[in-house]
């Protein structure tokens, strides 16, 4: 158990995965409801069975911990492994590995709330993103021919709004 992970960790690497040359999947899910039946897959890179994914301009940033001593372990036994994602485990020890086991800096800054939200990797939904936020849970109530025509809507107002 770490004490402080941000005191131990203190770089954000936005482009971690991309620096080290891996094509690994970074879309997460990391706010889900839980609920009894529900499985959730390890790294929680899809929504858990049955769940929808959440409005467009709903925006996390999930900080990865894993890059510790018994990373190698892990990355070795999943790369060996017929783990969906062992290439992403396969290039994260081939990176390692010509490193020196030192993960790249390039491009990190220091953690904090404020400078995620100066990045804009972070932003504070507007008026419009509220709103959307609270009808669209009633969108669902109606008949599909009328949701088929909201969501059709909805889809125009947020076109470009994504990511």
């Not at 839980?34 to 049955?50: L, T």
């Not at 900080?63 to 994602?85: I, N, Q, T, Y």
Request: proline share 10%; glycine share 10%; net charge positive.
């Amino acid at each position: 158990m770490i004490a402080d992970p941000f005191g131990e960790f203190p770089l954000c690497a936005p482009d971690l995965y991309r620096a080290m040359g891996v094509d690994a999947s970074i879309n997460k899910f990391p706010l889900i409801r839980r609920q009894r039946g529900r499985r959730i897959n390890a790294g929680i890179h899809i929504p858990p069975d049955g769940a929808k994914p959440g409005p467009p301009f709903l925006r996390g940033v999930t900080h990865h911990f894993k890059w510790r001593g018994p990373v190698w372990e892990r990355l070795h036994r999943r790369m060996a492994s017929e783990h969906e994602w062992r290439h992403e485990s396969t290039g994260y020890l081939d990176y390692l590995e010509r490193h020196g086991g030192r993960l790249p800096t390039a491009g990190t800054f220091p953690y904090s709330r404020e400078e995620l939200f100066r990045r804009g990797l972070l932003r504070r939904p507007t008026a419009l993103d509220r709103a959307a936020g609270t009808l669209r849970p009633l969108a669902e109530m109606l008949p599909p021919s009328v949701r088929r025509l909201v969501r059709r809507g909805y889809e125009r107002v947020f076109a470009g709004r994504r990511g």
